[in-house]
């Protein structure tokens, strides 16, 4: 089991529907991402959070919405996805940015994301 | 050409063989380097991190990390079927702000190990 907590592990929706993933550490970890990863390939980082405020966004669709409520959480709320948002979506977290040398990612399990 | 190279196999060797997986980069400013592993249906799973030149060892995994040529390495001694997964090099830049640096991957090495 890993230490990053995704909910839930899958997902089906129509294209039509709003829906929202999950992410949760207790690490106190002060830095938070999203990452899409499709079959076969490496993650694709889509946000990153740190000490709670947007950083990085690499120029993903609004139907993606990021919100970290607090230091522990991070959402992902999805609206009017396409059959192409089909993918794993994997959320990481890692140690005081600034910190030196850098800390490393851990990822969870990711959610299982099928638009129909 | 991309920032960082890695043979996507498959590879296949026998229970107890000594695996090598490579990835070869050419952004010279990377300076922490991470080799993942990922099995089917999971998250990637830190194995090894690594700063600094050298050699690093854990049980059966040892890191390796030539920046003077660009190239990092992974060992896997005495590999079992359990280790058969998908091999993820990432590694990312030093930050001169209190930001957090994104990482890049390799794409990754389909390793099977039989028994």
């Known amino acids: 089991d890993t230490e990053v907590t995704q909910t839930p592990k899958h997902l089906v929706m129509g294209m039509t529907n709003k829906k929202s993933l999950k992410c949760e550490q207790h690490m106190g970890h002060r830095a938070m991402y999203w990452y899409k990863q499709k079959a076969k390939k490496p993650p694709e980082l889509m946000f990153v959070?740190?000490?709670?405020?947007?950083?990085i966004n690499e120029s993903v669709p609004s139907r993606f919405s990021p919100e970290c409520p607090n230091s522990s959480l991070l959402n992902l709320h999805l609206h009017a996805l396409q059959p192409e948002d089909s993918a794993l979506y994997l959320c990481a977290s890692s140690q005081d940015p600034t910190s030196s040398p850098r800390q490393p990612q851990h990822f969870g399990d990711g959610t299982r994301l099928s638009i129909l | 050409q991309k920032e960082v190279e890695q043979d996507p196999g498959p590879l296949s060797v026998p229970e107890g063989a000594i695996v090598s997986l490579n990835c070869t980069y050419s952004?010279?400013?990377?300076?922490?380097f991470m080799w993942y592993r990922q099995y089917s249906r999971k998250g990637p799973e830190l194995l090894m991190y690594t700063y600094s030149s050298g050699n690093k060892e854990d049980g059966r995994f040892t890191a390796q990390v030539d920046k003077s040529s660009k190239y990092i390495s992974l060992f896997i001694r005495d590999s079992q079927p359990s280790d058969s997964a998908t091999y993820l090099c990432a590694m990312s830049a030093r930050s001169s702000s209190g930001s957090a640096r994104q990482l890049t991957f390799g794409s990754g090495t389909q390793l099977t190990v039989l028994p």
């Open positions: 952004n010279s400013a990377f300076q922490y």
């Open positions: 959070y740190s000490y709670e405020k947007l950083s």
